[in-house]
């Protein structure tokens, strides 16, 4: 039953026929996954990835993360193609390996960071001093827990407070922003960034606020304020579907609050948010327009098209509805028709 599925996997996806081919031991690991088919949360997940760090621990990090990428979708491609696992499944299970991943590579860089300058301080509501909170943002498909195999991640990075770190490192003093900004970058070399082996993941940082003229990090007040003030409605749009991957759950909450009315305003016609999104969608287009043949993704009807239309619909009645603010696609579409929406 064993060689069965493994050849199953090989005829379905050559990475994964080579995954095993060079790495003859997971055999046994598949031996154990195979027979269990609930999907992994991201703690266990996180778990698994710390023992799998302990028995690599010579693989640098890169080539850590993206060896252990592979194999956990070798049990991941198992239930999918045999059916044991729903769409929603396994885009959950992909989502959750993303966010353990994530959680990974920032521990490991703040490690690094503390001991060079020290913790990144705030002033309290009573005035004492403490840690500066820190989040991994995910948006799109990871940020609606819907991220399939070949998705790229788009991440924001946030921190709660500007100040400077403690100075007990052996580089003495910086900003928190100039910490953070270093964090954000390890955080992306980590995941993003081929170690000789290939990337765990394609990392996209354009989403940030004033996007690529953007700073890698920026605090709580500042995302808030574009948000707010100068995002344009694609990039508000976007938000729909962000959450928290990895860091502070209670800084996103307190970032999710700020924004969410700036999001989902009461004062949006159907026809506005339909206008929008399809202007959107026109830019993508334009991108788009020298391949040929029928883009599942992008194409008339494709995924985009569909996942645009229901954030137009959440746009135009989530200002005064709050159970369509949700960022699964799936979700979505059954709620506005459960609504009479389509």
């Known amino acids: 039953a064993l060689l069965a599925d493994v050849l199953a996997i090989a005829a379905w996806s050559p990475l994964l026929a080579t995954t095993l081919e060079q790495n003859t031991e997971y055999f046994t690991w598949l031996a154990r996954e ?49 059916r044991s696992h729903t769409l929603v499944e396994t885009t959950e299970e992909l989502s959750n ?39 991994v943002l995910a948006l799109g498909k990871l940020g609606s827990l819907e991220l399939n195999y070949s998705s790229d991640i788009d991440l924001v990075f946030l921190y709660s407070d500007e100040g400077s770190t403690a100075g007990t490192g052996n580089r003495g003093e910086v900003t928190n922003r100039e910490y953070f900004v270093k964090l954000s970058e390890a955080i ?41 003030r100068s995002a344009q409605d694609w990039e508000r749009q976007a938000l729909i579907r962000v959450r928290s991957a990895a860091g502070s759950n209670d800084l996103f909450a307190r970032f999710k609050e700020r924004i969410t009315s700036s999001v989902f305003r009461r004062d949006v016609s ?44 959440q746009l135009a009645h989530g200002g005064h509805d709050d159970w369509l603010r949700v960022s699964h696609t799936l979700v979505t579409l059954g709620r506005l028709a459960d609504r009479g929406f389509i």
């Open 270 to 313: 159907v026809s506005a948010a339909l206008a929008s999104v399809r202007l959107a969608k026109q830019k993508i287009d334009r991108k788009d327009e020298k391949k040929t043949g029928y883009n599942v993704k992008l194409g008339r009807g494709g995924v985009r098209e569909i996942e645009f239309i229901a954030q137009a619909l």
């Open 97 to 135: 390996l993303a966010d353990a991943i994530l959680d990974y590579a920032l521990t490991l860089a703040r490690q690094d960071l503390d001991n060079r300058y020290g913790l990144p301080t705030k002033t309290d509501e009573r005035g004492r001093a403490a840690t500066a909170d820190f989040c």
């Open 188 to 228: 992306a070399k980590f995941v993003g960034q081929s170690g000789g082996e290939g990337a765990a993941y394609r990392v996209d940082l354009r989403l940030r606020p004033h996007g690529r003229d953007g700073a890698l990090a920026c605090s709580l007040d500042e995302a808030s304020r574009y948000y707010e």
């Open 34 to 82: 195979r027979a269990d088919p609930r999907v992994r949360t991201s703690d266990e997940l996180k778990e698994s990835l710390a023992r799998f760090a302990l028995t690599n621990s010579a693989l640098n990090t890169q080539n850590l993360l993206a060896r252990f990428r592979r194999r956990e979708l070798l049990r991941t491609y198992l239930h999918d193609i045999r």
